[in-house]
């Protein structure tokens, strides 16, 4: 393992041990929160950057 994968792994460690004391979630349910909201954030990611792409090829 080399340094980043362990300062990874420590810190996905640290972030469930914090929100599963505030929250009482299991890891998994943590996993699908997480992964839902990375593909939320992705999504508006796409969409700010292909609606103004849009509306200046409809205007030129």
Do not use: Q
Not at 30 to 58: Q, R, S
């Amino acid at each position: 393992m080399t340094t980043n994968e362990i300062k990874d792994f420590l810190l996905f460690c640290v972030t469930v041990k914090l929100h599963s004391r505030w929250f009482k979630i299991p890891v998994e349910t943590f996993d699908a929160i997480h992964y839902a909201g990375l593909a939320i954030y992705k999504i508006a990611v796409i969409m700010l950057n292909l609606v103004p792409l849009i509306a200046i090829w409809l205007l030129f």
